[in-house]
């Protein structure tokens, strides 16, 4: 148009606007390119770790110190699935969600678009996340896009400083876990993982948070007018084996995610349970290599807590020139190293039929085995209800453990 203004028609205005639309576009370049080199914006969290469920909080502040108008700054946040914000409207700035199926009930910040940074000004954006499952992740900018006031260039300036965020598994207080105790007698109780002869009152001692209901004495505790408990003699603390298969399960990708936090849940839930009663416990994992770490305390657990916190699941590759090496093949051989027969728990979100025979082999030479199971609907198919039929059918005990199941609920 301006072209063939000055074409048909001379004169100092056809001119002034020919050559103010030839200029104006360098200007908007080279604005655009200055403003890439005058934006700065710093990030930080309040916290780097955090436990699931808890929320952390982002803040991002977009500096301008120049006298140019930033007119058009697109924010992009690193977009790992496992980040929720609450609200999708920070500082009455709307957020675009990242488009996630609505079955996972998530919202995602995926990026702000058109933010006016005005000269000698500062955008201050503060977001709150709450993680649903355990990992280590990306949070913060991803990159910072301008674009020139035409609308015609853009440029990237990509983040090179980026924030992480340990987000820990919860830990759950079960009341109990009962083992398979079929083997004893009657006038032995497995209380915790500690055997007592309740035929035999060693003390009696007030009544404290935690202690079982049917360890009190009520005719005493009626003389006394206060909560009285009998202290039995210790037979002999129970030595466990924790078996984990850290196998993927069958089910969808998608899902898989949150049958490994869940599993990761319900084995924290029970080892502190063991190690709170003071059980002698053997825990066994493979990641790649078979890992075996004893557990008796407190500090045990910690360590044990923090390797479970950062542990990846992993599919179990098939090579033709190898023979697999299955779970089942696992579990015998750190059975092999144990002369006497004990307890045995395994945590497993796959069954098959080479997991049922090293169980059933297992039973019959012996072993006090419970089975806890975690799963979802699609990872349940013929084979693992075949399985499940199997495994109830001997001595074991099996925790079938769903997705929306309340951990403390089912080991009460």
């Known amino acids: 148009m301006a072209f063939t203004f000055v074409y048909y028609y001379d004169g100092k205005v056809p001119y002034m606007f020919f050559y103010t639309v030839l200029v104006l576009p360098v200007v908007s370049f080279l604005q655009m390119i200055a403003g890439y080199f005058i934006l700065s ?6 916290s780097d770790s955090i436990i699931k469920g808890d929320e952390v909080t982002l803040k991002v502040n977009i500096i301008n110190k120049s006298f140019l108008f930033l007119p058009y700054v697109k924010i992009s946040f690193f977009n790992d699935r496992d980040g929720v914000i609450e609200n999708n409207k920070v500082n009455n700035i709307v957020v675009e969600p990242l488009p996630i199926p609505t079955s996972t009930k998530i919202i995602k910040v995926h990026e702000i ?6 000269p000698f000004s500062k955008k201050e954006l503060s977001f709150n996340y709450t993680y649903k499952y355990r990992g280590y992740f990306k949070i913060g900018v991803s ?3 301008l674009h020139d006031f035409l609308g015609i260039f853009k440029v990237t300036r990509k983040n090179k400083n980026q924030l992480f965020i340990r987000v820990y598994p919860q830990i759950i207080d079960i009341d109990r876990f009962n083992l398979n105790t079929g083997s004893f007698s009657n006038s032995i109780s497995t209380i915790g993982g500690v055997q007592e002869d309740v035929s035999t009152i060693e ?7 935690g202690d079982s209901l049917k360890k009190i004495h009520w005719k005493l505790s009626a003389k006394t007018n206060e909560l009285m408990v009998k202290e039995y003699e210790k037979v002999g603390s129970t030595s466990v084996i924790f078996i984990c298969n850290l196998e993927k399960s069958d089910s969808l990708a998608e899902k898989n995610v949150f049958i490994e936090d869940k599993h990761i849940e319900v084995v924290i839930a029970v080892l502190k349970h063991f190690t709170h009663h003071g059980v002698d416990l053997k825990f066994v994992y493979d990641d790649g290599e078979i890992n075996t770490i004893q557990c008796s305390n407190s500090f045990d657990f910690q360590n044990i807590y923090e390797v479970l916190a950062k542990v990846e699941f992993k599919e179990r590759k098939r090579d033709k020139t190898k023979e697999e090496t299955s779970f089942g093949d696992i579990i015998n051989s750190q059975i092999n190293y144990n002369i006497n027969k004990g307890y045995l728990i395994i945590s497993t979100s796959k069954l098959d039929y080479k997991f049922y025979e090293a169980l059933y082999k297992l039973n019959l030479e012996g072993y006090d085995i419970s089975l806890i199971y975690i799963h979802d609907e699609d990872s349940i198919n013929e084979d693992s209800e075949d399985v499940l039929g199997l495994l109830s059918k001997l001595r074991i005990k099996i925790y079938s453990i769903n997705l929306t199941d309340d951990i403390k ?3 009460k």
């Open 41 to 46: 914006y710093e990030q930080n969290l309040n």
């Open 113 to 118: 678009n058109n933010l006016l940074v005005q």
């Open 143 to 145: 990159s910072i896009e």
């Open 203 to 209: 003390d009696i001692n007030k009544y404290s948070y």
């Open 409 to 411: 609920e089912i080991f």
